[in-house]
């Protein structure tokens, strides 16, 4: 908290994983701190995303923490992927487990944070008239935190509910008996149209691209299983820190290219990875996400399946997608496929017949006028760069990050930026984040930080920030690495295709391994690539 004159040694802007963690980390160490939240309470993702359906991707068991080992083996999860208000409990038993929420102010939204040179501050103000001087500042504000809803003409004129999925109401929807429409078939939409159409009078799924989906294979976690893996948590998370995307289920990869296997033998590896579920899927071969003809080979499979569940051959071929597989995040779903053979649920292809206008009563596609009494956006996010850019945030010479980034986000590590001393961003663009399980890459991020800033301190740095140099030879890596892949072949978020008018570059960074191994060798270098001044 701030001392008698307003000043802290760190402010951190956000109270999901990473900001919960960053606190513990920096108040263990010594160092005063005040966090904000936009939220009126902790978990991120899980407080804002309560969508019906909404869960993780990755199973629950390496979904969490591993920096407390008495945490990990005490929190008992219920389902092979646990769902939001689980993971939100977990969230909140962190916070009280570590007396974390005292540390942040909440229903409080960081607005602007502006380095003072002279003085080598950060002043961060809030929406709630707030002033707060610090040394650092961490922004934890989430990869996925800024929902987009798309700029639809009419949508304040509707006389029904509109809910985002990102922004769910907290005492939940009544779609029974309902007119339902849902925009959008991402993961969200993939996880929440099952279990609404289970609900509404009657659903509409306005699709503008197919997705695959891979079956989730959901269900109560096995209590043998999670024993077994608390016995042997540190190997099993020492493994997964080794693997692309720090997920447990890389190690069953084979070096083998999906082309040079026998096609029956091929067949036979989808459809048993296919009944595990999950990510499982995508993991046979090592080159999925390198050969198109390999990869292909996957997606014909999924689309295979897709026209054995879906009843309506018609169905089927608009819901079978054509790009490459794994090229957006794969989504995972508990009988997605199987929704469109129930008679309360239509699927409208929206590819050409855009939506013009939301009416009244509804909205209409392709000059189609639908009928609605609820309108669920999953139109996804404004990822990776947009939660930031909606702080003004300005470093040296008052120069504004948005400026900076114009043609698209440029940093070293995806930990600091040039010209933004003392700025931290956790899981920012250029690091792996979103490609992986992000739990380990925020735990990451923010071990790293905190060393960082311990070691400024035992040294008397008062600053350090990246340099030019450093900064773009990692820019250009970043990119280099991603075009040595499939990922940049189609529309996604990772891309912001996404959001009109942002600019189109490849945001993550391909490969949990190498990356953690150069993060630490810059560190054990003496934070090569960075400028420390006294
Ligand atoms: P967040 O959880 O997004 O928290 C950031 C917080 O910062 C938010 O609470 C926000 O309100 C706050 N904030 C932002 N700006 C400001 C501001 N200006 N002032 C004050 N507060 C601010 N990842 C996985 O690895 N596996 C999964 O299974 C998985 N499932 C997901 C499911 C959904 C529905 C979504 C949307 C994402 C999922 N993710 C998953 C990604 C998920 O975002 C991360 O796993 C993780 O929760 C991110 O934590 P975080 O603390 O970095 O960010
Ligand atoms: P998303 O993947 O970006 O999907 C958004 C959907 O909305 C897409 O189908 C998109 O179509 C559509 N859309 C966007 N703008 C539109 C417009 N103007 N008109 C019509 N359709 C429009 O968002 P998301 O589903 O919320 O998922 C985002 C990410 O969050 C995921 O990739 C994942 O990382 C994470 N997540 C994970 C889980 C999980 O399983 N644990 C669940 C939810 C989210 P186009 O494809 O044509 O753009």
Redesign the pocket.
Known sequence: MTDSTGRVDAVI???????LYMAHRLHGLGFSLQG????GGV???????RYPG?R???ESME?SYQFSDELQQAWEWTERYAGQPEIQRYANHVAERFDLARHFEFD????EAVFDESRDRWTVRTDTGGTVEARFCVM??????SANTPDFPGVDTFEGEVHH??RWPHEGVDFTGKRVGIVGTG??AIQAIPVIAREAGHLTVFQRTPNYSIPARNGPLDAEVQRSVKADYPAIRARNSQMPGALGVQATMRELAAVDDDPEARRRDYEDRWGIGGFAFLMGYADLLVNPESNDTAAAFVREKIADIVDDPEVAALLSPHNVIGCKRPCLDTGYYETFNRDNVTLVDISDARIEAITPGGLVAGGTPYELDCIVFATG?DAMTG?LH??DIRGRGGRALREKWAAGPRTYLGLGVAGFPNLFT??GPGSPS?L????VS?EQHVDWIADCMTYLRERGYATIEATEPAQDEWVAHVNDIAGETLYPTCNSWYLGVNIPGKPQVFMPYVGYPPYVEKCDEVAAKGYEGFALRA
Not at 13 to 19: E, N, S
Not at 43 to 49: D, H, L, S, V
């Open positions: 802007v956000g109270a999901g994983f990473a900001g904000f939240e936009a939220g978990g991120g993702t899980w407080y804002w995303n909404a993780c991707d990755v979904y409080t939204r960081v607005t934890a504000t989430g990869c996925l935190s999925t990102g993961s969200s996010f939660t909606r702080i956790i899981s979103v992986t399980n992000m739990i925020i």
